[in-house]
């Protein structure tokens, strides 16, 4: 009978050993997990911002394209072309140019106030002349900004989501363990441009 009390005894001790290892491991895992989770979701809203930000990409080109092409279908411009034209130039060089998000946001500002003054002045003055196609271009251009209008707000709602979930505990001790940027910059509407005219 002493010899089961004292394996019972010995049994005991490894029991609140063991306890108390098994409490710590299992801490362990639910942090690990944590910080998983973390990471995995900031890197998916990672990835949908940047899948907007190609969206707005694809939209300017395909924006950037069609003025060349309105430019084409308009007589008359004589008076106003040195502004359009210097505007449109300095828009498609800024374009060019543009390596960074916020470039391609100065860009996108610079293209947007040409197109609206490139159409303002062709509606304003009943000299000018426009072809056919101009009216097809000009429909599609306004096409276009409805969508680059949604893909704006994809792109800022989705930062919008990051930003806040870069903030909250305990994400934001994990975003700067992982060098990701704890704020996004939202894509601004470009000044001035309120709706193309159609």
């Given at each position: 009978?002493?010899?089961?009390?004292?394996?019972?005894s010995k049994?005991?001790?490894?029991?609140?050993?063991?306890?108390?290892?098994?409490?710590?491991?299992?801490?362990?895992?639910?942090?690990?997990?944590?910080?998983?989770?973390?990471?995995?979701?900031?890197?998916?809203?990672?990835?949908?911002?940047?899948?907007?930000?190609?969206q707005i990409?694809?939209?300017?080109?395909?924006?950037?394209?069609?003025?060349?092409?309105?430019?084409?279908?308009?007589?008359?411009?004589?008076?106003?072309?040195?502004?359009?034209?210097?505007?449109?130039?300095?828009?498609?060089?800024?374009?060019?140019?543009?390596?960074?998000?916020?470039?391609?946001?100065?860009?996108?500002?610079?293209?947007?106030?040409?197109?609206?003054?490139?159409?303002?002045?062709?509606?304003?003055?009943?000299?000018?002349?426009?072809?056919?196609?101009?009216?097809?271009?000009?429909?599609?251009?306004?096409?276009?900004?409805?969508?680059?209008?949604?893909?704006?707000?994809?792109?800022?709602?989705?930062?919008?989501?990051?930003?806040?979930?870069?903030?909250?505990?305990?994400?934001?001790?994990?975003?700067?363990?992982?060098?990701?940027?704890?704020?996004?910059?939202?894509?601004?509407?470009?000044?001035?441009?309120?709706?193309?005219?159609?």
């Amino acid at each position: 009978m002493i010899k089961k009390l004292l394996e019972m005894s010995k049994m005991n001790k490894k029991l609140v050993m063991i306890i108390p290892i098994a409490i710590v491991v299992i801490i362990l895992i639910i942090l690990l997990s944590s910080v998983l989770i973390s990471y995995n979701s900031t890197v998916a809203m990672r990835e949908d911002i940047d899948g907007y930000e190609a969206q707005i990409m694809n939209r300017l080109q395909q924006r950037h394209d069609k003025m060349t092409q309105i430019l084409a279908a308009v007589n008359g411009l004589e008076a106003h072309a040195e502004t359009i034209y210097q505007m449109i130039v300095d828009a498609r060089a800024a374009y060019a140019a543009a390596q960074s998000a916020e470039e391609f946001m100065a860009a996108d500002a610079l293209e947007s106030a040409a197109l609206s003054n490139l159409l303002l002045i062709v509606e304003d003055n009943p000299n000018i002349t426009a072809t056919g196609l101009y009216t097809t271009y000009v429909y599609e251009v306004s096409g276009m900004e409805n969508a680059l209008a949604v893909s704006r707000r994809d792109f800022n709602e989705a930062v919008r989501l990051y930003n806040t979930k870069a903030k909250q505990f305990p994400r934001v001790m994990y975003i700067g363990m992982f060098n990701m940027e704890r704020e996004m910059e939202y894509w601004p509407v470009p000044e001035g441009v309120e709706e193309i005219p159609s």
